[in-house]
């Protein structure tokens, strides 16, 4: 069953925005994500999702102000959706933990 994560992310008609999801704390010590991420819309076809991928370099997260490091992260483009909809989002990814894990996230993106 997928986490929902209680961050929603705002976005503006018209543009294409990246989205960062920061796992840190939900990673195993040591571990990180490896592999291509699956990112998919779970409800619509409106939302273009390209460049899915593990971060491959630290960046400051806006929401905790914490530095994310390499591998921690899952990214995403997305555009196009639709003015007062919200769109539920489905993250897989899979771990080089011991054992393996995958890890799945559900996310809101609002678009205003």
Same mark, same amino acid.
């Given at each position: 069953?997928?986490?929902?994560?209680?961050q929603r992310y705002t976005l503006? !008609?018209?543009?294409?925005?990246? !989205?960062? #999801?920061? &796992?840190?704390?939900?990673?195993?010590?040591?571990?990180?994500?490896?592999?291509?991420?699956?990112?998919?819309?779970?409800? $619509?076809?409106?939302?273009?999702?390209?460049? *899915?991928? !593990?971060?491959?370099?630290?960046?400051? &997260?806006?929401?905790?102000?914490?530095?994310?490091? #390499?591998?921690?992260? #899952?990214?995403?483009? !997305?555009?196009?959706?639709?003015?007062?909809? *919200?769109? $539920?989002?489905?993250?897989?990814?899979?771990?080089?933990? $011991?054992?393996?894990?995958?890890?799945?996230?559900? #996310?809101?993106?609002?678009? $205003?």
């Open positions: 069953m997928a986490r929902i994560l209680a503006s !008609v018209g543009a294409t925005r990246m !989205v960062r #999801i920061d &796992c840190t704390d939900d990673l195993d010590d040591g571990a990180s994500f490896t592999g291509t991420p699956t990112v998919a819309e779970q409800t $619509t076809s409106d939302l273009t999702i390209a460049n *899915e991928a !593990v971060n491959t370099s630290t960046y400051s &997260c806006s929401a905790s102000k914490e530095t994310v490091a #390499i591998g921690k992260a #899952i990214e995403f483009t !997305v555009a196009g959706g639709s003015a007062g909809t *919200e769109y $539920t989002v489905r993250v897989t990814c899979g771990t080089d933990s $011991t054992p393996a894990e995958t890890l799945v996230y559900d #996310i809101i993106l609002a678009w $205003t």
